[in-house]
């Protein structure tokens, strides 16, 4: 069964602090997506990463994947308030464009 | 991308009865896909929602509890069955735009209280 975690659950970080989140999976896949989601609302995509060492950045957030490690991180620069959201993570099952989705993970972003 | 509408966005319902949700995509798309969030949670696939055949259910969703049509490209449903208070959820459903997905996009979702 294909798991997909993310670490940490919850995060509460000062503006202005760097900061890393990740989202391991157990089975094969080179497609994986972040997603951010704030309270009561959808989800907005934010990265679409297809292949291994793959980077993607816009503004403060940079998502990587290492499909070796099954591993991908979302690294937060120079924090500020309007990133308080939560993070998906999802992965692609071998490519049949079915999700199956991280745990989550809450940031909040102290001022 | 594409714009996606849900109807409802959120009801309050009682036990044992059912709803339907709506989804309604601004253009064509291949692929439909519905998810529910539990309180707090993550999502978790229900089903594929296919054009003109049966949906495709994931493990520990069946088709009794959760009937789909999609009847085009454009529209589907959900259906919630004899709803239970653990039923409480957020419907969504996505989208995968054209033949190759680059992501799946997501409506603004339905939130449902069973009481």
């Known amino acids: 069964e294909l798991k997909v975690e993310q670490n940490p659950l919850f995060l509460s970080m000062q503006e202005g602090k760097n900061y890393t989140i990740y989202c391991n999976y157990s089975?094969?896949?080179?497609?994986l997506y972040w997603y951010r989601q704030d309270p009561g609302k959808s989800l907005e995509s934010l990265f679409v990463?297809?292949?291994?060492?793959a980077v993607k950045q816009e503004g403060r957030l940079m998502a990587s994947l290492d499909t070796k490690a099954r591993l991908s991180t979302l690294h937060i620069t120079a924090a500020v308030h309007d990133l308080s959201a939560t993070y998906f993570c999802?992965?692609?099952?071998?490519?049949?464009?079915?999700?199956?989705f991280g745990t989550g993970t809450r940031l909040k972003v102290l001022a | 991308s594409a714009v996606i509408s849900q109807k409802p966005s959120r009801d309050i319902c009682q036990r044992g009865t059912s709803l339907t949700i709506q989804c309604q995509v601004d253009?064509?798309?291949?692929?439909m896909f519905w998810y529910r969030q539990q309180p707090g949670q993550s999502l978790t696939l229900i089903a594929t929602?296919?054009?003109?055949?049966?949906?495709?259910?994931e493990s520990g969703f069946v088709i009794d509890k959760f009937p789909i049509s999609r009847p085009n490209l454009t529209f589907s449903t959900l259906t919630v069955s004899n709803m239970s208070p653990e039923d409480s959820s957020i419907y969504l459903c996505?989208?995968?735009?054209?033949?190759?997905?680059?992501?799946?996009?997501f409506g603004p979702g339905t939130r449902l209280t069973v009481l």
């Open positions: 996505s989208v995968g735009v054209g033949r190759t997905t680059d992501t799946q996009y």
């Open positions: 089975t094969t896949s080179d497609r």
């Open positions: 990463l297809l292949s291994n060492g």
């Open positions: 999802a992965v692609d099952i071998s490519g049949t464009y079915k999700y199956i």
């Open positions: 253009s064509q798309v291949t692929m």
């Open positions: 929602a296919n054009q003109g055949s049966e949906a495709t259910y």
